[in-house]
C-alpha cells in the first residue's frame, strides 16, 4: 500500500483540493480544423474531459451520470477515487477504482475494476448513508 491510502498520488492531491498539482490540461487533435481539451492526472494516464468556463478557463465536465444502480456521479468524483495503474496505454473507462467510503469507516481501501463494478459495491452504501463530514470532504451528494 503506498502513502495515500492506496488511491493515486493524483487522485489523493484532488481529494485535498490541490487541482492544479493534481491533473494537467491536454489538447488531442480531432480532425483537420477542431481539437479536444481534456484533464489527465499527472502521476497516471486517467483523463477526462474539460469544458470551456470562459475564453481563457476550462473546467472539469459537471454533468452528473446516472448508473443502472441508481447512483449518480461526476467525473471528478472518480478522478478522486482512481488508483494508478501501471500499464502506459491503460483505457481510462477501465481504470480501477478504490471506495473512499470504505477507506473513511477504518477499513482497507477494496479496488474495483471498471467503472460499473465500483458502482455496484456503492450502491451497498446506500443503507446506512455515510456521515455528513464524509459527504462534505468527499462532495458528495445524496438525493437531488
Excluded at 51 to 72: A, C, H, S, T, W
Excluded at 101 to 120: E, H, L, N, Y
Aim: charged residues 25%.
Amino acid at each position: 500500500m503506498n502513502g495515500y491510502a492506496g488511491c493515486c498520488k493524483g487522485a489523493w492531491r484532488q481529494q485535498i483540493g490541490d487541482k492544479k498539482r493534481a491533473t494537467e490540461e491536454w489538447v488531442r487533435p480531432g480532425g483537420m480544423y477542431n481539437a479536444a481539451k481534456y484533464w489527465q492526472c499527472k502521476n497516471c494516464k486517467f483523463e477526462g474531459r474539460l469544458v470551456p468556463i470562459n475564453k481563457k478557463l476550462n473546467g472539469y465536465d459537471m454533468r452528473i451520470f446516472r448508473f443502472v444502480e441508481g447512483i449518480q456521479f461526476r467525473r471528478e468524483f472518480m478522478l478522486k477515487s482512481h488508483i494508478p495503474t501501471n500499464d502506459q496505454d491503460a483505457n481510462p473507462t477501465k481504470a480501477t477504482f478504490g471506495c473512499m467510503f470504505c477507506c473513511t469507516d477504518g477499513k482497507p481501501m477494496p479496488s474495483f475494476d471498471g467503472i460499473q463494478a465500483f458502482m455496484a459495491h456503492l450502491a451497498e452504501h446506500r443503507d446506512p448513508l455515510p456521515m455528513g463530514e464524509v459527504l462534505y470532504r468527499i462532495n458528495g451528494l445524496v438525493g437531488r
